[in-house]
């Protein structure tokens, strides 16, 4: 799972939205620095990335793009996961998706002192990208996906990424969607969050 869908599954509590959302860039046991909603939200984020890696669904999306993603195939995944969570909104949320992120973004900014360095650097390009919002076309996918590219060593290809995606939507729409409500009935069990 990538942004969009950690933070649905984050619930409404701001402090678990934002240690959800900065889940990555907090390592080890470091989190107990920030207050406990947020450690809450980090080891939920943790929760989900495990949860997804160890899915039968994810494994089946995964072998789609390892020949052109090697060992970042599931990084790609979670991007997708996302598009079609963006355009499959209407099934889990009764909140409009444009408003649902916007909503994010500010909470986010009045939060702004809690993140890590990191997510400030990029928070500010997210926000006037509408990063989260544009996964629901497949140029917002390639962007996401070549951003990705220009900051980790994840290979940049797009295009194969968006290709595989039309070859199998299919095949990836039903893994993620036997995949989301399993991961929010976990979530709903663990952490108590609805939906």
């Known amino acids: 799972m990538n942004f969009l869908a ?10 678990i939205r934002l240690g959800n959302f900065i ?33 039968q669904s994810t494994r ?5 793009l390892r020949p052109g993603y090697g ?6 995944v979670d991007v997708l996961f996302d598009h079609v969570l963006a355009n499959e909104w209407y099934r889990y949320s009764e909140s409009d998706l444009k408003w649902y992120t916007r909503k994010f973004y500010l909470q986010m900014v009045l939060k702004y002192s809690l993140l890590p360095v990191r997510v400030r650097e990029f928070l500010p390009f ?7 919002y544009s996964y629901r076309t497949k140029e917002g996918l390639g962007k996401a996906i070549e951003i990705m590219s220009s900051v980790t060593s994840l290979p940049s290809k797009p295009g194969y990424a ?7 939507y299919e095949g990836i729409f039903r893994n993620f969607n036997m995949l989301f409500p399993e991961m929010m009935a976990f979530v709903g069990n663990k952490y108590g969050i609805q939906f």
């Open 6 to 15: 950690h933070l649905y599954l984050s619930g409404s509590d701001v402090e």
């Open 23 to 55: 889940g990555d860039y907090v390592k080890g046991k470091s989190f107990d620095q920030y207050p406990v909603g947020v450690q809450k939200g980090i080891i939920l984020h943790r929760d989900i990335d495990t949860f997804t890696d160890k899915h």
């Open 60 to 64: 089946e999306c995964i072998n789609l």
């Open 71 to 76: 060992k970042y195939a599931g990084v790609v």
């Open 126 to 132: 997210m926000i006037h990208s509408n990063r989260l």
């Open 162 to 168: 968006i290709e595989t995606l039309d070859l199998n």
